[in-house]
């Protein structure tokens, strides 16, 4: 294919985004065509696809991941936890840990519950600096209920106790957009609640209950 074909022969001329775009859309081809029925034509775009992404993580590892913004280190980790077919690299996954953490004032909400969900799905844990980073980080903003959700259900997930100001300040908000709440974050919300122990206001799980009747 024609992508393939750019990063064997171009990869000398990447920079970072460049990197980043074409990674993220041979995992994602990748993830798809694994999915569904392989015939003969499919094994071989598999294996051209495998022979790139080969050529390109050790040059995202030692060029480029180092130039990540917080959005890029976020959308790659969450298109590596959804790939199928395929181990996702451990280097890759290492150095955009180690980039989050140097850009950790960067991430916005949305960033941060795509890394966290990531992490979550890989399995992996992330080191204690940076998930202390982006939760406290995470409660400068005005977040939505998919944020909230994703973000108590990613730690809830990892196992991983936020500091009790982290659960308080995102009750809080889930409080105060509770009437925005879908069924798929409600039922997060409470999940990653429980099974972080922390005893929510009542006020939230009226609210919560009487938005998913």
Same mark, same amino acid.
């Given at each position: 294919?024609?992508?393939?074909?750019?990063?064997?022969?171009?990869?000398?001329?990447?920079?970072?985004?460049?990197?980043?775009?074409?990674?993220?859309?041979? =995992?994602?081809?990748?993830?798809?065509?694994?999915?569904?029925?392989?015939?003969?034509?499919?094994?071989?775009?598999?294996?051209?696809?495998?022979?790139?992404?080969?050529?390109?993580?050790?040059?995202?590892?030692?060029?480029?991941?180092?130039?990540?913004?917080?959005?890029?280190?976020? %959308?790659?980790?969450?298109?590596?936890?959804?790939?199928?077919?395929?181990?996702?690299?451990?280097?890759?996954?290492?150095?955009?840990?180690?980039?989050?953490?140097?850009?950790?004032?960067?991430?916005?909400?949305?960033?941060?519950? %795509?890394? =966290?969900?990531?992490?979550?799905?890989?399995?992996?844990?992330?080191g204690n600096e940076l998930v202390v980073g982006l939760t406290q980080r995470v409660l400068?903003?005005?977040?939505?209920?998919?944020?909230?959700?994703?973000?108590?259900?990613?730690?809830?997930?990892?196992?991983?106790?936020?500091?009790?100001?982290?659960?308080?300040?995102?009750?809080?908000?889930?409080?105060?957009?509770?009437?925005?709440? %879908?069924?798929?974050?409600?039922? %997060?919300?409470?999940?990653?609640?429980?099974?972080?122990?922390?005893?929510?206001?009542?006020?939230?799980?009226?609210?919560?209950?009487?938005?998913?009747?």
């Open positions: 294919e024609q992508l393939c074909k750019v990063v064997k022969e171009r990869w000398r001329d990447f920079n970072a985004v460049n990197a980043a775009t074409a990674y993220q859309l041979l =995992l994602t081809t990748m993830s798809a065509r694994s999915a569904g029925q392989q015939g003969g034509g499919g094994r071989r775009r598999q294996s051209a696809h495998e022979e790139a992404l080969t050529i390109l993580e050790p040059v995202l590892c030692n060029q480029h991941v180092q130039a990540f913004s917080a959005r890029e280190c976020a %959308n790659t980790l969450h298109t590596l936890a959804k790939l199928q077919g395929r181990r996702p690299c451990g280097d890759v996954i290492c150095a955009l840990e180690a980039r989050a953490l140097e850009v950790r004032e960067d991430f916005n909400p949305q960033n941060t519950g %795509n890394m =966290l969900w990531a992490f979550a799905m890989l399995g992996r844990q992330p400068q903003f005005d977040l939505k209920p998919q944020d909230i959700a994703i973000t108590l259900w990613a730690l809830a997930t990892l196992g991983r106790q936020p500091d009790y100001a982290v659960v308080v300040g995102l009750m809080e908000r889930a409080l105060a957009v509770r009437h925005a709440f %879908n069924p798929s974050d409600i039922a %997060n919300t409470l999940w990653a609640l429980a099974t972080l122990g922390r005893q929510p206001d009542e006020a939230l799980v009226v609210g919560l209950t009487e938005r998913a009747l």
